[in-house]
């Protein structure tokens, strides 16, 4: 039986994508031949990767206002390398807001490029809530934040309002919520956390910023070289681009992203409820910065490890040991987790409790 699945990333997608990707490995578009097998300029390829870029933003509702869309390798990672290359100037700055541990590699790259100043930082609290306080100067050439630390289990509810470029690296809470895509001049994401397989990595830009930094940049890493190409400046990941595809198309069935934040809410709502219900647990992100991609809590009484570990495992529920740097539990909850995979957990927690529990007259 499937499991239910809370990986971190990779992760879980839509079933259906599973099945129509295998079946476009073995005979793509009935073909008879492989995806895996055609040239990635091929018309049935071509089609693939204008749907996607299409569909990027119907969904994130970006159409017409100047963005481009392209699906690009070396994940989330080479982003914090190829942002500042394309937006710092020569002797420019960089401001960056400091959330958790993918924001912090972000700006060890932007120092190599520039100043990088960090406008506020919840390092000292081990990521455990989002800055509120901060400013952010004015004669930066832009700002950037992570909207969804996926690492601490806390998530941007609202963003700056700034008047120069802004950057959000949405890697873990892409397509899972409605916000105003157009605040941002640059959104990113590896494509395996909401959107797909590994191996591409989506960045959405509003094309008007580029150009202005007075580098030299090398052809790869050039955000303008790739929008120039349409997104196959060089072959593109066709698998993982493929599965892009197959999701947004199985999201916009599912309504959207508006309806998909509603039952995202709804699952959120449950395991947190429960989280501060059951004596067994405690949540470690601040309750205004809860994330609802992934929930972070910890056992009260630590020793209990290995039995709930055991009770959760029987119930058919997979990858949610926490990541090591805050211990305990996380459970992602990306937009293919359905509610009931999060009732069975909400359940294995309730019956933990009813054992387990210093009042429980089993103990
Ligand atoms: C996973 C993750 C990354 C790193 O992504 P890679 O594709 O592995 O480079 C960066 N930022 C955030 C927020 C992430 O969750």
Redesign the pocket.
């Known amino acids: 039986m499937k499991k239910h699945n809370y990986s971190?990333?990779p992760c879980i997608l839509p079933q259906e994508v599973f099945e129509k990707s295998a079946q476009a490995i073995r005979n793509f578009n009935n073909s008879d031949l492989s995806l895996l097998e055609i040239s990635h300029r091929s018309k049935d390829f071509v089609a693939v990767m204008d749907e996607a870029r299409a569909l990027v933003l119907e969904l994130l509702n970006l159409e017409a206002k100047g963005y481009q869309v392209l699906f690009l390798q070396?994940?989330?990672?080479?982003?914090?390398l190829m942002v500042p290359y394309n937006l710092m100037k020569v002797n420019g700055k960089a401001a960056y807001l400091d959330t958790?541990?993918?924001?912090n590699?972000?700006i060890k790259e932007a120092k190599l490029f520039g100043e990088t100043t960090i406008v506020a930082s919840s390092k000292e609290q081990n990521y455990n809530h989002i800055p509120a306080e901060y400013t952010i100067p004015i004669d930066a050439d832009y700002f950037h934040c992570?909207?969804?630390?996926?690492?601490f289990g806390t998530q941007m509810k609202s963003f700056p309002k700034t008047n120069i470029p802004t950057v959000c690296?949405?890697?873990?809470?892409i397509f899972s919520r409605v916000l105003d895509f157009s605040q941002f001049d640059i959104i990113y994401?590896?494509?395996?956390?909401n959107m797909g397989a590994?191996g591409t990595?989506l960045v959405v830009i509003k094309e008007e910023i580029l150009g202005k930094t007075g580098r030299t940049i090398p052809s790869i890493l050039d955000y303008e070289k790739h929008i120039k190409a349409e997104s196959m400046y060089n072959t593109p990941a066709v698998f993982a681009v493929y599965t892009c595809l197959l999701t947004l198309q199985w999201l916009k069935n599912q309504g959207g992203i508006a309806a998909i934040e509603k039952i995202n809410e709804a699952k959120a709502n449950l395991l947190y409820s429960e989280i501060d219900r059951n004596s067994m647990f405690k949540g470690t992100a601040a309750m205004e910065d809860r994330s609802n991609m992934n929930a972070t809590f910890l056992l009260e009484n630590p020793e209990l490890q290995e039995l709930f570990d055991s009770m959760w495992k029987k119930a058919g529920i997979s990858g949610i040991t926490g990541h090591r740097s805050v211990g305990g539990y996380r459970a992602s909850m990306y937009n293919a987790l359905p509610l009931e995979s999060v009732q069975v957990l909400v359940d294995v927690m309730k019956e933990f409790e009813v054992l387990y529990s210093k009042n429980s007259e089993l103990v």
């Open positions: 971190a990333g070396g994940g989330a990672s080479l982003e914090f958790g541990t993918w924001a590699n972000a992570t909207s969804n630390n996926t690492i690296d949405m890697s873990s809470d994401a590896g494509a395996q956390k590994a990595t």
